[in-house]
C-alpha cells in the first residue's frame, strides 16, 4: 500500500546528498525542513500517515557530543573520549591528512538515529566524528565492556543508514581477552550500533546485574480463586 503522507524527522541527510528516488519518489511531493543543534547528535524518526489521520512519532533525544576533539596525525594515534570508555585507533597509513577526531558513547536505545529492529537488544553504541570520513586502512573502536561479557564474546556491529532509516548488519565487534573492551574496525565514520541479539550467543556470559533494570509486576484475577476449597 502507498500512504498518502510519509514524515522523515530529524534527518542526517540533506536533499543534495540523496538519490532522486529518495528526494522525488514518483507519486509524492515532497518538503524539507532541516533542523540542526551544534554540538548535538543527530537522529531522525520515519512515520508513514494517512490523509487525516493523526500518527505517534517515537521521542528524539539528541546527545551532547563528548568535549574531547583528538586530531590524530598522518602517522595515526589514538583518540580517546572524555571519560576514557571509547578508543579510536588509527594506524599509520590510514589518514592522508590530519584528522579531528571526536567518539561520544551513547547509552540508552532512545539515543541512537534510529530505531534498532526488534531483533536487537541494545548493549553498546557510539557516535564518530567527523561523520563520513573515510580511512585507507581499518580502524581500530573499542569501547567499555560495561555490561561485563565474557572474554571472546561476539557481537554484531550494525551501520544506520540516514536514507533508509534502517540499521544493516556490518560485522562483528568482540570482547578482548581481557574483557576490558568489546572491539571492532570500520573503514569510515558513521554511528555504530554493538548490540546483542534477542538470544546471547552461548557462553557470553551476562551482564552485571546491576546494570539490568528488570521490573516485575504480579497480576491476579479477582474472578479465579487462589487455591483454597472451604
Known sequence: DMPDVVCLQETKARPEQLEPSYTAPFGYQTFWHSAEKPGYTSAQ??????????????????????????????GGGIATNAPGTVQIIVPPGALTAPLPVQATELTAAEQLPGPLPETSFFTYAVDLQPDGATFA????????N????????PIPVGLYDPATGTWAHESLAQVSPTGQWVEFTLTHFSPRDINLPALTPPGSGSPDPATVDITTTEVKDPDKSCGVQG
Not at 137 to 144: E, G, K, S
Request: hydrophobic content about 50%.
Open 146 to 153: 560495561s555490561r561485563g561479557f565474557a572474554p571472546g564474546t
Open 45 to 74: 524518526r520515519h512515520a508513514a500517515v494517512l490523509a487525516t489521520r493523526d500518527v505517534a512519532v517515537a521521542p528524539i533525544v539528541l546527545t551532547p557530543l563528548d568535549p574531547t576533539v583528538t586530531t590524530i596525525p598522518i
Open 137 to 144: 586502512a581499518p580502524v581500530t573502536v573499542r569501547l567499555a
